[in-house]
């Protein structure tokens, strides 16, 4: 069964501190891995988009990394913000479909 | 990217009674999909709006429960039928505009409580 699963499933991190979420993933073959930010109270946004064959991939202080034989991604995000406290969800497209699978996010919440 | 509304963004209805929902784009789209995000779990696909034709729903979802809409490439509808307070969630639209980058874009939402 497709499936992708994130941890930790809550964080606390002071201010200007770096932190890494992990996503591991059962799903094979496929298209491309995101990961997504979503704001309480607000739809999803992408971060970074990956396809299998790229290992990294970074968008300002947010860098996500790839292993596609471990089926393995994170998400590493430098001198965290107050404005970075949101759940950060791992979604993995399955080769040859357009339906996303979603992992259940890690809700990262940043301290002064 | 795409520029994503829905109507209404919250809500709080009554048991038994149905509610609709809308979503705008800015664009015009191929894909358009409905998800339902329940109280601290991830996003579950409830159907594809297909434009022209009837939705394509997965497993757990059925039209009676939640018919949609889709009249033309920027806008569909989804209806909450028939609510009980199980269908407290988050309700999002998402559009996939088939760009080189393969992404999907989200509304922002709407939160719809049932009591």
């Known amino acids: 069964k497709n499936q992708v699963e994130q941890s930790p499933q809550s964080l606390i991190i002071l201010e200007g501190k770096n932190c890494t979420l992990q996503?591991?993933?059962?799903?094979?073959?496929?298209?491309?891995l995101r990961w997504y930010k979503q704001d309480t109270g607000r739809g999803p946004v992408s971060l970074t988009i990956?396809?299998?064959?790229?290992n990294t991939k970074s968008n300002g202080r947010y860098t996500a990394t790839l292993d596609a034989d471990t089926k393995q991604s994170s998400l590493h995000i430098t001198a965290s913000q107050l404005s970075d406290s949101a759940s950060y969800i791992c979604?993995?497209?399955?080769?040859?479909?357009?339906?996303?699978?979603f992992g259940t996010g890690t809700r990262l919440q940043v301290f002064p | 990217s795409a520029v994503i509304s829905q109507k209404p963004s919250r809500d709080i209805c009554q048991r038994g009674t149905s509610l609709t929902i809308q979503c705008q784009v800015d664009?015009?789209?191929?894909?358009m999909f409905w998800y339902r995000q329940q109280p601290g779990q991830s996003l579950t696909l409830i159907a594809t709006?297909?434009?022209?034709?009837?939705?394509?729903?997965e497993s757990g979802f059925v039209i009676d429960k939640f018919p949609i809409s889709r009249p033309n490439l920027t806008f569909s509808t989804l209806t909450v039928s028939n609510m009980s307070p199980e269908d407290s969630s988050i309700y999002l639209c998402?559009?996939?505009?088939?760009?080189?980058?393969?992404?999907?874009?989200f509304g922002p939402g709407t939160r719809l409580t049932v009591l």
């Open positions: 709006a297909n434009q022209g034709s009837e939705a394509t729903y």
């Open positions: 998402s559009v996939d505009p088939r760009t080189a980058r393969d992404e999907q874009f």
């Open positions: 979604v993995v497209t399955p080769r040859n479909t357009d339906k996303l699978i």
């Open positions: 990956m396809t299998f064959s790229e």
């Open positions: 664009s015009q789209v191929t894909m």
């Open positions: 996503c591991n993933y059962t799903v094979s073959p496929f298209s491309n």
